[in-house]
Structures are given as structure tokens and as C-alpha cells.
């Protein structure tokens, strides 16, 4: 395998491949203190058959209720699946908690010393940080719901097919969740499958998609396409897509482009408002640290969340795609699936059955968010706005780089793997996918799990190793080659060892 071009690549191996190189990467960056703010599973933690913790040498990480334990962290590279615990989080539950348990429904509308917003506003409490984040205005971003029921309600909105419009196009490797949700939007409204067309890869060896070909494609069907659905980072590859790029061509082409942005949010800086982005949705839950499950976000450009008098001559029904909502209010906007929670606030709780939408993406909102949710997230947010999202960027680049560097050295032969996500720094986040020969994922597998080693795994072959840049360092990524250097040569030696089962140590995951 070549060694790539990055800032990594003029280092003798020597020198890079020592433990000292990371601890001195590690040093000088000023961004590594907030490995801190998080809770590192130890391996006994992850090897632990009950729930909880023990408790780790350093006592910063030792928390209520902890055992005894060595305290050696294990190895997590797999913020892109779920990222880790903030300290914080912990805190910010319990106040929530406590204002639950000790206010009632208070809660909902007192701002208590000391604690939380009154959870009737704590969506607004964190648009600001949200915003930064997806670099938006903050009334274009919301928090709400999770990421394939906003893709689904932002699709309701967005994709209004007609006779000469009917295609959506999104990538033949799309997170199935995706897919279904464009297929199933188009079976809504009674149209062929056929209607979705999809961007497919070279081969599964190599799923780079270049722009020339993207555009191509979209080019090609842009007479009859409604709308393009694509992922910001794709989640197999790692690709980072040039939303601009891409966002600027279908717009000249009459098409709306909404984004998924599940594996882009918290990891790469994104300026979705000044890309001219139509929509976009994301988990909160990967790159963003709000815990498992999580409430994700939207963002809905600002030209398409307008609160506008209609004029009196119109009529019902929908003109030029805005919808005049002619019988319950004399006001024009977007059409959407409505739930109280998008409407005025002032007038929300008048029952009065005439729904206002909020001007904004707050206007699309259903339901009164989970208050723990929003706590959880707020929890997360306050940890990046101790930095920004083009610091963690740049300590994001180096360290993927330093990971690829390793990874590109593998001492006295081939390595059994390719690198399958873009050596291009512009074209990737922190996840780096690995490609290992045939058959030897279940051993590799099998002997990074004895070590507490947390990654991922694509069957047939493929490994997702990502170096989240909040908390992960360069040690992490040192630790890991060791650990996985050691596992390839074990699988190749021993191939039809069956791999056993781990003691206690969770499988390495295959989620999302
Ligand atoms: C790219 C992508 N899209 C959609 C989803 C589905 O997310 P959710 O289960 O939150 O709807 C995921 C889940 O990880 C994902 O990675």
C-alpha cells in the first residue's frame, strides 16, 4: 500500500511508530484536555457482566458506587457508532431529576436558581450551540424527534412530486433507513418504485463516489427529479461529500437537496445555511455524545420556514409549492405535517385549534420534546462550546492522519487491509474504513476484543475505526495498531482458529 501524502508521511517509521511520538502529539495539542470531560469505559468496565462501574487509577474517572479496578482504559474508537458519556451528563440528568421530583410541572415553566431552563424552553436553550455546530441561524435548526422520523417528516414537507417531478435520488450504498424512507415516501404517494434512483459505487471494494459522478448522475435525471437525499459523511466509506458542491448543482438544476447528516454533525464544520442547503436532519447520538437513541435535529433553510400573510385574492390550496392554509388562518408557509408543538407559542396553550407555525424550523415541531432528552444533549453541547467545531477540525485531521500513517505502516510485509475511505483529508472525517482480506474479520475481530479494543464492523471484511476528536488521542490510535497490527498477524498465522467468544467483553459492534 502506497504511504499517503499526509503530514505524517515524512516521519521515519522509526520515530512515528514509537509510543513516545503519540504521548508528544498528544502534548502539544491544547485540545487533548478534553478527553476529560469524558467517562473512558475502562477494561474491566466493558468486561464486567454487571451493569455500572468500576472504579479507575485515576481518580477523576472513579465515579458513585465504583469497585475497585486497575483502571486501564480500554481502547474506544467507535464515537461514529455511540459516542461516549460526558461527565456532565450525569450532573445535568440528576438536576433535571430533581426539578421533576421536586417541582411537578413547575418545571415546565420556572426558571429555578440553579438550575436547568423550564423545560417549555429548553428547546430554544439550545438552538444557539446547535446552530454553531451545523453552522446555521439559530432559528433555522431545531432539536426534535429522531433522525429517520425527521427525514420522513422533512420529506412530507419537501418532496411534493409531480407529472414532469417525480424522482428521488439518494446513494446505492444509503444507510438502509434512508432507503426506506424515500422508498416508502414515494409508495405514499402512489408512484412506482422505479421513481427511486440510486447513485451506485464502482464496486463494494471501492465505494468512492466522485463528484463528476454524482453530478453526472443528478445531471441525467434532473428533468424528472423532485429531489436529491444524500448522506453528509458516508457511513460505510467515510466519504465526505461536497455538500456545497453538489447542494449548489442541484439547486441550479431546480431540484431540492436535503442532507443526512448523521455521520457529518459534530465531526466535520458544516455551514448549511450559507451552502444554501434545503434541509437537513442528524442523530445526536454519534459524533454528538447525547447518549443512545437520543433526540436528533433539522434544519430547514430560512427561504423555506416563512410565516406570511397571504394575499386575500389567492385561493386554497397549494401555489408554487407554498400552501395556503386558507380556512383555519389567512397565513401562507410551507406545508408539513403539524403537531401542536410547532405552533405559536403564545397561543399554545389557547387550544384554539388554529395552528400559526412558528417562522423557523421550531415550525415543524410535533410533540413537547423529551425534557431528558434535551437535558442530555444540553450536556453534550456545553462540552463543544468549549472549543469549535474548526479547532476540532483541525486536531480532527491530524489525528485521522496519524491513524492512516500507522495503519500504512505494517512492519515487514503487506498489510492484509486497504484503506477504503478517501486519503484526502478534504474528503473524510475522523472515521477511517478498513478493508481486510477475505476471511479474516472474525479473527482480527476476536483478538481486538480479548483486548478491549472498540471499533466496528462492516461484514463481509469491513473494519470502521473512528478517532472521535473530543476525546480520543493519539495514544488511543498508538494503543489501537499495536493491538490490531498483533490481531492481523494472529488471524494470518492461525486462520481456521475459531474465534471464541470473549470473556465478558462485548462483541465489537455492528450497529450504526
Ligand atoms: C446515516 C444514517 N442514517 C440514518 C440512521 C438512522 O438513525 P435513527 O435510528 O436515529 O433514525 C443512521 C443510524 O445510525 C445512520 O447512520
Given at each position: ?11 521515519e ?71 461516549l ?30 438550575g ?50 417525480w ?17 416508502s ?76 447528516l ?53 385561493t ?64 453534550s ?78 461484514k ?13 488521542s ?39
Amino acid at each position: 500500500m502506497p504511504k499517503s501524502n499526509s503530514i505524517y508521511a515524512g516521519v521515519e517509521d522509526v520515530e512515528l511508530c514509537s509510543e513516545e511520538f503519540a504521548k508528544k502529539e498528544d502534548n502539544k495539542d491544547k485540545l487533548t484536555k478534553l478527553r476529560g470531560e469524558f467517562i473512558i469505559p475502562t477494561k474491566s468496565d466493558l468486561a464486567n457482566k454487571r451493569y455500572g462501574f468500576r472504579q479507575s487509577k485515576d481518580a477523576s474517572n472513579s465515579l458513585h458506587g465504583a469497585q475497585e479496578d486497575d483502571g486501564e482504559e480500554s481502547i474506544y474508537l467507535c464515537g461514529n457508532s455511540l459516542g461516549l458519556q460526558p461527565r456532565r451528563t450525569k450532573e445535568y440528568v440528576n438536576r433535571y431529576l430533581d426539578t421533576w421530583a421536586s417541582k411537578g410541572v413547575f418545571g415546565h415553566f420556572t426558571d429555578y436558581e440553579g438550575g436547568l431552563p423550564p423545560w417549555l424552553h429548553i428547546d430554544e436553550a439550545i438552538k444557539e450551540q446547535t446552530a454553531k455546530i451545523v453552522g446555521a441561524l439559530p432559528s433555522e435548526v431545531v432539536v426534535m424527534e429522531t433522525l429517520t422520523a425527521n427525514l420522513h417528516l422533512l420529506m412530507t414537507s419537501f418532496y411534493r412530486p409531480t407529472k414532469d417531478r417525480w424522482k428521488i435520488i439518494i446513494e446505492g450504498k444509503a444507510f438502509p433507513s434512508d432507503h426506506y424512507a424515500a422508498l416508502s415516501q414515494i409508495a405514499h404517494h402512489n408512484l412506482d418504485p422505479s421513481a427511486l434512483i440510486t447513485i451506485e459505487p464502482p464496486s463494494s471494494s471501492a465505494p468512492y463516489l466522485s463528484n463528476e459522478h454524482i453530478l453526472s448522475v443528478i445531471s441525467h435525471h434532473a428533468p424528472t427529479t423532485a429531489l436529491v437525499l444524500l448522506p453528509g459523511i458516508q457511513f460505510y466509506s467515510g466519504q465526505f461529500f461536497d455538500i456545497e458542491l453538489i447542494t449548489r448543482h442541484c439547486r441550479a438544476l431546480g431540484i431540492t437537496v436535503g442532507w443526512d447528516l448523521a455521520h457529518a454533525v459534530g465531526n466535520v464544520p458544516l455551514k448549511l445555511h450559507d451552502w444554501n442547503v434545503d434541509f437537513a436532519a442528524w442523530c445526536n447520538y454519534k459524533y454528538m455524545n447525547g447518549g443512545p437513541g437520543v433526540i436528533g435535529g433539522a434544519f430547514v433553510h430560512e427561504r423555506h420556514s416563512k410565516v406570511e400573510e397571504a394575499p386575500s385574492s389567492e385561493t386554497d390550496g397549494a401555489v408554487d409549492g407554498v400552501y395556503k392554509h386558507a380556512k383555519t388562518t389567512e397565513l401562507q408557509y410551507r406545508p408539513r405535517l403539524s403537531g401542536w408543538w410547532g405552533s405559536d407559542k403564545s397561543s399554545r396553550f389557547a387550544m384554539t385549534n388554529k395552528f400559526v407555525p412558528i417562522p423557523g424550523a421550531s415550525g415543524f415541531q410535533l410533540s413537547n420534546p423529551s425534557a431528558l432528552d434535551m437535558t442530555s444533549v444540553m450536556a453534550s453541547l456545553d462540552v463543544f462550546s468549549m472549543t469549535t467545531m474548526d479547532a476540532l477540525r483541525q486536531r480532527s485531521v491530524r489525528l485521522t492522519a496519524y491513524l492512516e500513517a500507522r495503519l500504512l505502516r505494517y512492519a515487514g510485509s503487506e498489510p492484509p487491509y486497504t484503506i477504503i475511505t478517501p486519503s484526502n483529508p478534504a474528503e473524510r472525517g475522523a472515521q477511517l474504513s478498513v478493508l481486510l482480506k477475505p476471511g479474516l474479520l472474525d479473527n482480527v475481530l476476536h483478538h481486538l476484543e480479548k483486548k478491549s479494543v472498540v471499533v466496528d464492523e462492516r461484514k463481509p471484511d469491513v473494519l470502521r475505526i473512528a478517532p472521535a476528536p473530543l476525546y480520543n488521542s493519539f495514544h488511543d490510535v498508538h494503543r489501537f495498531i499495536v493491538v490490531f497490527h498483533e490481531a492481523c498477524r494472529k488471524a494470518i498465522a492461525a486462520p481456521d482458529e475459531a474465534p471464541q467468544l470473549s470473556d465478558g467483553v462485548p462483541e465489537a459492534i455492528a450497529t450504526t
